[in-house]
């Protein structure tokens, strides 16, 4: 069903770095690329669906250190920069652009925070026609004090391999999976339910990547971004965890998302989870009547081959 291109990539700090490039294609010149969230991968299969049975040719890109592209040597999601992912990004499009005219770049929570810096970056080169952000991660869903103690990271710390002492909350996990609350069946080992540990150099990453975008990016192309309506902070897992975000405030999303360009769609769905496209059914229904609202609107029928 899908074909598997492994993307060798310059060494890290860590050693052999790779991506993964998974394609599905109609022959169409249209295409669009999936990045994945954090402690995440590649695996929603309905996702690719949605945009093959509209003639427009399906890539997911698993990062580097996650999924498919996890090698043993390696600490799962652990980078020093956001720019560290650009390299893959760069090498995706450029592949997917010899066969294609047109490319939507499709991402969620931390996907969407890299790829709006990254959209910002290659701007004015006409690399991507639209930009969707699934509950993209523009703020940290902590109290105001822990998100200044995050911002005071600095060298050494913010250079630390250490895991941060926050706990394991497996609400969400329970929330998604068919074997727990849910309804959704992936690998537990690609992504477990405790979700991945949090280190100090990666949350440094993060904070700066957010602060950046805080200031204001100029991406050049129409950008959609999907929200839940609602926001939930707990830790154990609790029926209403299936019909809102337990992982990012809605709120900061929304106050955040006309900070990426000039031209932001900004729509909130009535009981989604954090994966958006994960909610139950009739969240899933508007998140793919927003889809097809949007691509009519701004990128002309969302059927045109």
Known sequence: MYDITVLPMPPDFEGE???????????SRRAVLYVHGFTDYFFQDHLADYYVQRGIDFYALDLRKYG????????????????DYFPEIDEA????????????????????????LWADRVRGRGLMQGLVLNSPFLDLNVPAPLRL????????????????????????????????QGEWDYDLTLKPLVGFSVHAMWLAAV????????????????VLVLASSTGLRVRDFVPEARSADIVLDPEHIARWSTAIGPHVTCVRIQDGVHDLVLSAEPARKQVFAELDRWMNAYQGNANRP
Do not use: F, K
């Open 17 to 27: 770095v790779v991506a993964t490039l998974i394609s599905r294609r109609t022959g």
């Open 68 to 83: 498919r592209s996890l090698l043993p040597h390696q600490t799962r999601g652990l980078i020093r920069s956001i720019t």
């Open 93 to 116: 499009v450029r592949l997917i652009r010899r066969d294609h005219d047109e490319l939507t770049v499709n991402a969620h929570s931390t996907g969407g925070l890299i790829t709006a």
């Open 149 to 180: 103690a995050a911002d005071l990271l600095r060298t050494p710390l913010s250079y630390s391999r250490r895991a941060l002492p926050l706990g394991i909350s497996t609400a969400y996990g329970q929330s998604l999976h068919r074997t727990e």
């Open 207 to 222: 904070r700066r990547a957010q602060r950046r975008l805080h200031r204001g990016l100029a991406v050049d192309v129409p």
